[in-house]
T-cell receptor
Framework: NAGVTQTPKFQVLKTGQSMTLQCAQD?????MSWYRQDPGMGLRLIHY???????DQGEVPNGYNVSRSTTEDFPLRLLSAAPSQTSVYFC??????????????????FGAGSRLTVL | QQPVQSPQAVILREGEDAVINCSSS?????VHWYRQKHGEAPVFLMI?????EQKGHDKISASFNEKKQQSSLYLTASQLSYSGTYFC????????????FGTGTRLKVLA
């Protein structure tokens, strides 16, 4: 089991460039999400998905797009990168909606993170 | 809004105790605690599901006060391995499927 796999680990972009952060999980998790981590601000939710074909905005969605065409994959797209998007990005997944009553199925499993720098 | 954690950062000596608080302006249905070691991904520590519930994990325990909309994490007789950033997490209770993390607390344990 690979768990949650994120690529790339590091990326440097120039302002205005586009790129896609890839996220794949092999645990048959229905729920997938993207967070960004900035000093002093914790983990902030960008977008999330409760299943293939279903996505919704998180707390800081501006400048990011997502799609969920399969259960396994949940890519995050930056259409026109800005310096304010310099951050560490984490993809996370869980079998069911995290925080709900039940077993460990509602716990988030995180990828290793992607460090993005926008110049 | 994100739950607010306090303190933002704390430095301890091995063997000392610490308390990390997580306060929300919205009702809390459940609270998770995660720990993130430097350069790594966050890892789940424990979940609290009911108001007033307390749980333990080694010498780390937590409480959840639903009425006060807050949770606290207690680290007893801290070890070097406890160093990292601690996050509380909670499902949004306004009808969405968002899962929100707190602002984080950096904990450093010195020998």
């Amino acid at each position: 089991n690979a768990g949650v796999t994120q690529t790339p680990k590091f990326q440097v972009l120039k302002t205005g460039q586009s790129m896609t952060l890839q996220c794949a999980q092999d645990m048959n998790h229905e729920y997938m999400s993207w967070y960004r981590q900035d000093p002093g601000m914790g983990l902030r939710l960008i977008h999330y998905s409760v299943g293939a074909g279903i996505t919704d905005q998180g707390e800081v969605p501006n400048g990011y797009n997502v799609s969920r065409s399969t259960t396994e994959d949940f890519p995050l797209r930056l259409l026109s990168a800005a310096p304010s998007q310099t951050s560490v990005y984490f993809c996370a997944s869980s079998y069911t909606r995290p925080g709900t009553v039940g077993s460990g199925a509602n716990v988030l499993t995180f990828g290793a993170g992607s460090r993005l720098t926008v110049l | 809004q994100q739950p607010v954690q306090s303190p933002q950062a704390v430095i301890l000596r091995e063997g000392e105790d610490a308390v990390i608080n997580c306060s929300s302006s919205k009702a809390l249905y459940s609270v998770h605690w995660y720990r993130q070691k430097h350069g790594e991904a966050p890892v789940f520590l424990m979940i609290l599901l009911k108001g007033g519930e307390q749980k333990g994990h080694d010498k780390i325990s937590a409480s959840f006060n639903e009425k006060k909309q807050q949770s606290s994490l207690y680290l007893t007789a801290s070890q070097l391995s406890y160093s990292g950033t601690y996050f509380c997490g909670t499902p949004d209770t306004s009808g969405t499927y968002k899962y929100i993390f707190g602002t984080g607390t950096r904990l450093k344990v010195l020998a």
